[in-house]
Structure formats: C-alpha cells, structure tokens
C-alpha cells in the first residue's frame, strides 16, 4: 500500500507573501487584484480530477472575503486549517495580538465550515526558537496541531536542528518548549502541555536538511529532483512527507508587484508557467491525504494516539 503523504494548501493571495511585505502593506490589500478566488477554484478542480483530498490553511483575511470559497473547500471534503488572520510573521506580532490573530481565524473558519479548525501554520513558518511561546497560545486557543516550522536555515524561517518527522513538542518543567525526547519532566500536579507539530520536510544528505517538499524549491529544481527525494523520503526511510503549496503558484499571469527587491522576485516568479504541470505530475505519482485524516486510523503511515478526528463522510461533497 502506498504511503498517503500529507499535502498541504496555504490559501492566501500574491500580494499577502511576506518577501513583499515592504512594497505591499496591508492598507494597500483592498485596492489590488484579487486572484486567490480563481486560483484556489483551479486548485480544487485539479484535485477532483485526481480525486485527491487535502488540507487547506486558509487566512482569515481571505476568508472574510470570499466565505463561498472557504464553503466550497469543506463541502469538497478537505480539512480547513488556519493561516492566521492578518498573515503577519509570528515575530513581527506581539502575543496579545498573536492571540487575537489566532482565536479571530480559527473563529471565523469555524463559522463557515461548521466543523472544528484543528491545525495551524503560521506565515512563513515562523514559529522559531524566539517565539515558542505561541505553542502556549495555540493550546489554549483550542489548536490540536501546528505545522509552523521548517527543520532548515532559511532568512525568514527555520529551526535546524528540530526533528525531520511528525513529533510532539512539550512544555518542561522551565517553561520551556521543546521536541519530547521521553526525558522532559513536568513539576508535579501539573497536567503535561504538549502540541503535536507536523513540520515541513526536508531531504536529509550527508548530514544536511535540505528543502524538497514544496513552495519555491518546487519551482526551483526540476521535477525528476523534487520526484526522486521525495521518493527516497517514502522508499528508504518509509515515512510520508508533508508538501505545500500556494494557490498563486498555478498563476503565470498574476500583476508583478513593483519595488520589490531583485531577490524577491526571482524567489516569487521563478517558473510559475511550470507549475500546473509538475502539480498534476506529483498528483499521479505519489499518494495524499488531509493532515488530520493521516494521524488517525490503522493503514495510515502516521499513528500518534490523538484524539484528531477526520473529516466525516457525510460531509463531503
């Protein structure tokens, strides 16, 4: 039986990216093209036709303006995770506004969903070694599960030396957060905080974690790359690996944002008119499936004991 990989959609909108963050400020949001609409309603239609299922973090931002689409999602049986509200870097918030972006997306999803959001991912995988606290947050708020960080060094994200695979991170004794490696202590008559955290994967060669599973470096190398160390991942460590993507990814058409450095630009555009293509090809050689559906169940590849429920048949499309 195939190994069902975990694929990922983060719903937002060319303009929401943080590489633009400095020539496209949220005031300016409203006055430009929307083209998220159109282009997670092209996403959705090529997964019907591979008849493949995912999950789909949706930022709050968007949802308030298109609800039919957050509707449409769900109805299609994908699980609706959060994105945030506001698509602001964990770092750039303080945690009372981390709260308020947190609980208003998760509020609101749930409202148009009419079913529990489960999972977070911060923009830009931005939970990092100075922002552990919004694991504290995300449990109260009512979170299962994050998928925020990137085992990798990146300039805007990353925690390197963190596990490659599903893992649970655990509060300690200190207060502090940390992967569970069987030896955190909790102080005494304290009930143990742990959150289940589903990082980005990466491909591991001579020692080094290396992007393989999505976003730019899907553009970036040739497909038969991104194909054999994904199948390497599935084949020699027989584990899935979790793969995302933008819906602005499938759009070679979308407005070039002006005053946006030279390095942005190519990280943003760089082979947009191939990506459609490589997506369908991902489609057909590899198995997927919704987050929460895969961390429940006897024949999925994940297995944590979690109280995860899947998305029930009944509700979908």
């Known amino acids: 039986m195939a190994i069902a990989n975990l694929l990922t959609i983060d719903v937002e909108d060319y303009f929401h990216v943080s590489a633009f963050e400095a020539v496209s400020p949220p005031e300016t949001w409203d006055g430009r093209e929307f083209r998220v609409d159109r282009n997670t309603e ?23 303006r298109f609800p039919e689409l957050v509707k449409k999602i769900a109805r299609q049986g994908h699980e609706i995770a959060s994105h945030g509200y506001s698509h602001r870097r964990v770092t ?16 609101l999803l749930e409202d148009l969903a009419a079913r529990n959001v489960l ?3 911060a923009p830009s995988y931005s939970i990092g070694p100075n922002s ?14 994050d998928s925020s960080v990137f085992p990798m ?35 005494a008559g304290e009930a143990a905080c742990r959150m289940l955290e589903i990082p980005i994967t990466t491909l591991n060669l001579c020692g080094r974690n290396l992007p393989i599973a999505g976003g730019g470096y899907f553009r970036l190398f040739p497909y038969g790359v991104t194909r054999w160390g994904l199948r390497r991942i599935n ?12 819906p602005w990814e499938l759009d070679p058409e979308q407005p070039r944002m002006v005053g946006a450095s030279r390095k942005s630009r190519l990280r943003h555009y760089l082979n947009l ?35 995860l429920t899947p998305v029930p048949a009944a509700n979908r499309a």
């Open 42 to 64: 092209k996403l959705l239609a090529i997964l019907a036709e591979y008849d493949v299922r995912a999950t789909f973090f949706v930022l709050g931002w968007v949802a308030r």
């Open 92 to 107: 750039t918030q303080s945690r009372a506004e981390f709260r308020d972006d947190i609980r208003q997306s998760k509020a």
């Open 119 to 121: 999972g977070y991912r």
């Open 132 to 145: 552990l606290w919004a694991y504290d947050e995300l449990m109260e708020a009512g979170y299962l599960y």
């Open 153 to 187: 060094k990146h300039d805007f994200y990353g925690i390197p030396d963190w596990p490659r695979f599903p893992f649970w991170v655990i509060r300690g004794g200190q207060g502090q957060w940390a992967p569970d490696d069987g030896r955190a202590k909790t102080p």
């Open 235 to 246: 084949r020699q460590e027989g584990r899935p690996f979790v793969f995302y993507l933008h």
């Open 273 to 307: 008119e191939k990506t459609e293509g490589r997506f369908r090809s991902l489609l057909r050689d590899f198995a997927f499936a919704p987050v929460s559906e895969s961390l429940v169940g006897t024949g999925a590849a994940l297995s944590f004991g979690t109280s």
